[in-house]
């Protein structure tokens, strides 16, 4: 059983920067890759970024140069660093990732989401 915290969600102006930071607990085998997801109101859910144990990331367009994801192999955790928001950033984000156990299962745990608000 693995469980995922986020924490860092905020309210914003547009153009400042947020960090966004993710934790793992539980009876952790394998938590890799993981990334952050976003869902804006009345939107689908969309993926932001992810990033696997080796540190490879992938970036949706939209948030490619602006946002920032990290991962600390040792700590369990990942982080999203967003810089220059824009009132479209405007979601809840939700944390990621794999849960492999150690007899080769895999699971996607998620998060409960933490809130984003840019605005003036």
């Known amino acids: 059983q693995v469980q995922l915290v986020e924490s860092g969600g905020g309210m914003v102006q547009p153009g400042e920067s947020l960090r966004l930071s993710c934790k793992a607990s539980?009876?952790?085998?394998?938590?890799?890759?993981m990334g952050w997801y976003r869902q804006a109101p009345g939107k689908q859910r969309e993926l932001v970024a992810t990033?696997?144990?080796?540190?490879?990331?992938n970036y949706a367009a939209s948030v490619k140069g602006r946002f920032t994801i990290s991962g600390d192999n040792a700590e369990n955790t990942v982080s999203l660093e967003m810089n220059s928001l824009k009132p479209e950033d405007t979601a809840v984000y939700y944390c990621?990732?794999?849960?492999?156990?150690?007899?080769?299962?895999?699971?996607?745990?998620w998060g409960l989401g933490t809130l984003v608000t840019v605005s003036s």
């Open positions: 539980g009876n952790i085998f394998s938590i890799w890759p």
């Open positions: 990621y990732a794999q849960s492999r156990s150690a007899l080769g299962r895999y699971f996607d745990v």
């Open positions: 990033i696997t144990s080796g540190g490879r990331t």
